[in-house]
């Protein structure tokens, strides 16, 4: 919502509010927490912090690497 709204950087919080508990649940990283990195990393673009962006994106390709493989939707979806 906060993203829609435009509201970046309350947006940017809460991704990274995501991440912290979805830690907390689980000590390995899953499908879901590559998705929250794949809209945390699309935040950073709106910022235009880019070096930011690049980083998460990198991680959220890694994460759905291990967990669904490269040949899957939501891997090719951080390469668009």
Known sequence: VYRNQGNYE???SMYKKSLDLNAEVSAKATKET???????ANVYVLQGKFDEAEKTYIQALSVFKEN?????????????
Do not use: R
């Open 10 to 12: 309350k947006a940017e």
């Open 34 to 40: 590559g998705k929250i990195m794949l809209d945390l």
């Open 68 to 80: 669904v493989g490269e040949l899957s939707a939501d891997y090719a979806s951080v390469l668009n």
